[in-house]
């Protein structure tokens, strides 16, 4: 008896979204070996907390797919991209991953909606919701560059930004949260 419950469609780019995971996690963790060298501790450590992140996503698709009866498959990995220039090529390369990440999971949501796969579409809310804080934080972190004199930041500027950084949270504050009192 056949107990998958996912399409080959489902299942082939759910089983995608695990490879994008990966590859994201070593994106993340490149980057973070990076900054550590470059003297950037608090945003390596941010970084590499990332990468764990990036990991755990992939680990929840894994679940997922053989929860619903398909099996996941492991890919190899993609080689992580070269060094950035700077601080703020670093944070622009992160932000376009997770754009592209974020049209990725929009795919699954999209395709799960046209095949009336329920269960799918609202496990991918989850990762629709992650997206949007994903995204929060690079824009926050790119405006908080910016704001320290982007490319051009003084040593001090990019001192402070640093540990700041390295002490914010890994969640970002969305706009849906806001209240009046709260903004």
């Known amino acids: 008896m056949n107990t998958n419950r996912l399409s080959k469609a489902i299942e082939d780019v759910l089983n995608e979204q695990v490879t994008k995971e990966a590859n994201a996690a070593q994106i993340y ?5 990076w900054a550590d060298s470059q003297g950037y501790a608090g945003i390596a450590n941010l970084l590499f907390r990332h990468s764990g992140e990036e990991r755990n996503h992939m680990m929840k698709v894994i679940e997922y797919i053989q929860e619903r009866g398909g099996k996941a498959k492991i890919s190899a990995l993609s080689a992580p991209p070269k060094d950035p220039k700077n601080l703020q090529e670093c944070f622009e ?15 699954i949501v ?7 796969d329920w269960a799918t579409w609202n496990f991918g809310q989850w990762f629709v919701k992650e997206q949007i804080e994903e995204e929060t934080l690079v824009l926050d972190l790119l405006d908080k560059l910016k704001l320290a004199g982007g ?10 930004l640093d540990s700041k950084i390295g002490d914010q949270e890994d969640d970002a504050d969305l ?3 806001a209240e009046v009192d709260n903004p």
């Open 29 to 33: 963790l490149s980057y973070a070996v």
């Open 93 to 107: 390369k992160i932000f376009q991953h997770e754009v592209d990440n974020t049209t990725a999971i929009y795919e």
């Open 110 to 116: 999209n395709l799960s909606q046209e095949e009336k």
């Open 151 to 160: 490319p051009k930041a003084s040593s001090e500027s990019l001192l402070y």
């Open 175 to 177: 706009a849906r949260d």
